[in-house]
């Protein structure tokens, strides 16, 4: 079923509020089957969404609502809709008496509030167990249009309890997707990897996109049962993987440090982090995962040349002829962080992080990284191995460019677990 998105209120149209409604909403959709075809934002206008009803219905058989229920005089969306279907509004008497009760003491409802017991008279009304504003379902001539309140707490509780159960009726196919992650090469590449894939498919589909720590491809299907679409989907992820391997860390939506972080724990190693630019922000971010406690045995942050020099050993000479940002400080702050630690994985960050402090020689965004590990967590002898990498990237502003150092190390760190070679 074509289906439309429409959400309510001047207020995201001034941008004072994110609209997490819409993205929670073609999640829930598609996985029921749903063809969500767009996203629409109108103001608190009767005239504006009463047009925008109308012409999204030349196109979509089905329109979900959120926003607009409340009980001041600019919540318009049940009236209008009331309108743009042909109905009358009628007084429900158990959603009034729901709503008194929710004053209790000397607490007196306000007048306005009686407006929330007011419902299109073939609509079929939708609880709200934790709010005021009741959503509601209204069909006409095969066209359904469901509304539901605008906070995204009420909405996702009335999804689930409500609106959900309903589409289930109405749904003839589910869909399934798996997403794959990877990293270190870009969107374009991988599509090339994957062209005569993407050039013949018809059910599952695949879908490439770029996000700023890596290429993802979503692999869909939608067929008449969930396991059929299981399948379809199983089968062509095993195919992407095979081809793209070299370059992927998750076939089922992982995040990078969950990967990181589970490998780390499954085989018993520990990881220490000496850090400059980033600050701890890598330790910080594996610390997020329960249980990391197992792998993550220290991590410093030496920020200044002194630090670096009295808490891992750097040699005041490499300093002086390299420089903080240099691939031989990150060696010897990563093989000091090894002498002090003794962790299977030690890995050193510095760089510079801007806005400023970059030159023509050592720009803002450059980063340079060292990795202390034992080879054998790789299938070697159990000799100690010590590499670096040097990596300039455009400068994206300080607090990317230290997420970025972050992901990248976290990457390289994957990339020992599984004997690849590291990446720039």
């Known amino acids: 079923m074509k289906t439309a998105i429409l959400s309510v209120g001047t207020e995201i149209l001034f941008g004072q509020i994110v609209n997490t409604n819409t993205v929670y909403l073609s999640q829930q959709l598609n996985l029921l089957g749903f063809d969500v075809m767009y996203h629409y934002t109108v103001g608190d206008n009767t005239s504006r969404l009463k047009e925008m009803i109308e012409y999204i219905f030349h196109d979509c058989d089905l329109i979900l609502t959120t926003?607009?229920?409340?009980?001041?005089?600019?919540?318009?969306?049940?009236?209008?809709?009331?309108?743009?279907?042909?109905?009358v509004l009628v007084e429900n008497a158990e959603e009034l008496a729901y709503l008194k009760s929710q004053w209790k003491g000397d607490r007196e409802m306000p007048s306005n509030n009686i407006k929330q017991a007011w419902f299109p008279s073939r609509a079929t009304i939708l609880k709200n167990p934790i709010g005021t504003a009741p959503g509601f379902a209204l069909e006409n001539n095969g066209k359904m249009v469901i509304s539901m309140p605008g906070p995204p707490r009420e909405m996702t509780r009335m999804f689930e309890n409500e609106v959900k159960p309903l589409l289930?009726?109405?749904?003839?196919?589910?869909?399934?997707?798996?997403?794959?992650?990877?990293?270190?090469?870009?969107?374009?590449?991988?599509?090339?990897?994957?062209?005569?894939?993407?050039e013949q498919q018809t059910d599952p589909t695949i879908a490439p996109y770029a996000k700023d720590t890596g290429t993802q491809i979503r692999v869909a299907s939608k067929r008449?049962?969930?396991e059929e679409a299981k399948a379809a989907v199983d089968e062509m992820v095993d195919v992407l993987a095979e081809r793209m391997k070299e370059y992927v860390y998750s076939t089922d939506d992982e995040e990078l440090v969950d990967v990181v972080a589970k490998k780390l724990i499954d085989r018993n190693l520990t990881i220490a982090s000496a850090e400059s630019c980033t600050a701890g922000l890598f330790a910080s971010t594996l610390a997020e995962v329960p249980g990391i406690s197992q792998a993550l045995q220290r991590a410093f942050v030496t920020?200044?040349?002194?630090?670096?020099?009295?808490?891992?050993?750097?040699?005041?000479?490499?300093?002086?002829?390299?420089?903080?940002?240099?691939?031989?400080?990150?060696?010897?702050?990563?093989?000091?962080?090894?002498?002090?630690?003794?962790?299977?994985?030690?890995?050193?960050?510095?760089g510079i992080a801007g806005p400023d402090g970059g030159s023509d020689e050592k720009p803002v965004g450059m980063v340079c990284f060292g990795f202390n590990y034992n080879s054998a967590i790789s299938g070697g002898d159990g000799s100690r191995v010590v590499k670096t990498i040097e990596m300039r990237r455009k400068d994206y502003g300080r607090n990317y460019n230290r997420k970025f150092a972050s992901h990248r190390m976290l990457l390289n760190v994957n990339r020992i677990l599984d004997d690849k070679e590291l990446i720039k």
């Open 224 to 226: 008449k049962t969930l």
């Open 168 to 198: 289930e009726k109405m749904q003839d196919s589910v869909i399934h997707y798996r997403t794959i992650r990877t990293s270190g090469i870009g969107e374009s590449d991988i599509e090339m990897m994957v062209l005569d894939l993407i």
């Open 303 to 350: 920020y200044s040349n002194e630090s670096k020099v009295q808490e891992l050993g750097v040699k005041p000479e490499t300093l002086e002829k390299y420089g903080a940002v240099s691939v031989q400080t990150a060696e010897e702050m990563a093989t000091g962080l090894y002498n002090k630690s003794g962790a299977d994985i030690c890995v050193s960050v510095t």
């Open 67 to 87: 926003g607009g229920l409340g009980p001041t005089q600019d919540d318009l969306t049940k009236e209008t809709i009331c309108e743009a279907m042909g109905d």
